[in-house]
């Protein structure tokens, strides 16, 4: 339930940062950005952003790791690699889709009614 919660924070924020920037990926892509560029751009935006949550969650997440087996007696500290990995590629995922269902919503709209609109 708990993963759940944090894919739909994690899509609510993405998705609203996309949109929030509206104006400004119209307008590069009014002055001649292409496609290409454009999802270039956004593939790295989606690695910073699991880069940055993972530099903040893993060394967080072996601590309190640590912290646990610590209050545990008899019991030998040993990092689950198996589940680091799993979380790794799960960041990098629920990013990678959610960047790309954001992408797809400002790619459909008009680049000149995206430039004269304000956000409402």
Excluded: H, Q
């Amino acid at each position: 339930m708990i993963s759940l919660i944090a894919v739909a924070n994690v899509f609510n924020t993405i998705s609203t940062n996309i949109k929030l920037r509206r104006r400004e990926l119209a307008m590069l892509r009014s002055v001649g950005m292409s496609d290409r560029d454009f999802n270039k751009m956004m593939r790295y935006e989606c690695a910073f952003y699991g880069v940055k949550a993972l530099l903040v969650g893993l060394p967080l997440a072996v601590i309190f790791s640590w912290l646990i087996y610590k209050g545990i007696d008899g019991i030998n500290f040993v990092l689950p690699w198996a589940s680091i990995g799993i979380s790794v590629f799960s960041v990098f995922l629920v990013i990678f889709v959610t960047m790309m269902y954001a992408v797809s919503k400002i790619k459909k709209e008009n680049i000149i009614d995206a430039l004269r609109d304000d956000m409402d």
